[in-house]
T-cell receptor, first 114, second 116 residues
Framework: GESVGLHLPTLSVQEGDNSIINCAYS??????FIWYKQESGKGPQFIID?????DKRQGQRVTVLLNKTVKHLSLQIAATQPGDSAVYFCAEIMFSGGYNKLIFGAGTRLAVHP | DTGVSQDPRHKITKRGQNVTFRCDPISEHNRLYWYRQTLGQGPEFLTY????????KSRLLSDRFSAERPKGSFSTLEIQRTEQGDSAMYLC??????????????FGPGTRLTVL
């Protein structure tokens, strides 16, 4: 079946460095893509989304890049902070049955070292 | 706190017992979702409600699982005759609106189930 997956299970970075988390997807019909952050013991928290007709979107310290040619999504975090340590999931959204269906990948753990 | 809440946060049960979890969505949200998450994996969709109507169920939702949202507000997820394979985090999320543009599902903290 079609799925969303991640290249790296764990990413370690130094505080202050930029982080890049990558994701590959297989469903070219997805309408949106979302990045979620999940801290230990908490539910996923929305970070940023991007529409399938865009290739870049910026938020506060985060940028999402979408390359539809190679079906690749990335999340860039500028000046990574200890509070950014978490598991990051990309998810694709398909509008199906009258609602937005989320399909998550397996996640990448980001560890920020001082 | 006006976010999504779930109760209990943790549940330990013996194999074969029934368990029930509750989710209270954000009050103005008419859409409610249940997900299951195992360690190291992303959440997997279980079921979706719009108001009180259960509109979609995943094949993951076996006949031992049942979900309700009787008044279109809070929802319950019951697992009958629990098995060790049911051990997971059960997440609830809610969202608002009918537009395709509105993508954000707000997640609760989850209920962690351990079946011994």
């Amino acid at each position: 079946g079609e799925s969303v997956g991640l290249h790296l299970p764990t990413l370690s970075v130094q505080e202050g460095d930029n982080s890049i988390i990558n994701c590959a997807y297989s469903n070219s019909a997805s309408d949106y893509f979302i990045w979620y952050k999940q801290e230990s013991g908490k539910g996923p928290q929305f970070i940023i989304d991007i529409r399938s007709n865009m290739d870049k979107r910026q938020g506060q310290r985060v940028t999402v890049l979408l390359n539809k040619t190679v079906k690749h999504l990335s999340l860039q975090i500028a000046a990574t902070q200890p509070g950014d340590s978490a598991v990051y999931f990309c998810a694709e959204i398909m509008f199906s049955g009258g609602y937005n269906k989320l399909i998550f990948g397996a996640g990448t753990r980001l560890a920020v070292h001082p | 706190d006006t976010g999504v809440s779930q109760d209990p946060r943790h549940k330990i049960t013996k194999r074969g017992q029934n368990v029930t979890f509750r989710c209270d969505p954000i009050s103005e949200h008419n859409r409610l979702y249940w997900y299951r998450q195992t360690l190291g994996q992303g959440p997997e969709f279980l079921t979706y409600f719009q108001n009180e109507a259960q509109l979609e169920k995943s094949r993951l939702l076996s006949d031992r699982f049942s979900a309700e949202r009787p008044k279109g507000s809070f929802s319950t997820l019951e697992i009958q005759r629990t098995e060790q394979g049911d051990s997971a985090m059960y997440l609830c999320a809610s969202s608002h609106g009918d537009s395709r543009v509105n993508n954000e599902q707000f997640f609760g903290p989850g209920t962690r189930l351990t079946v011994l």
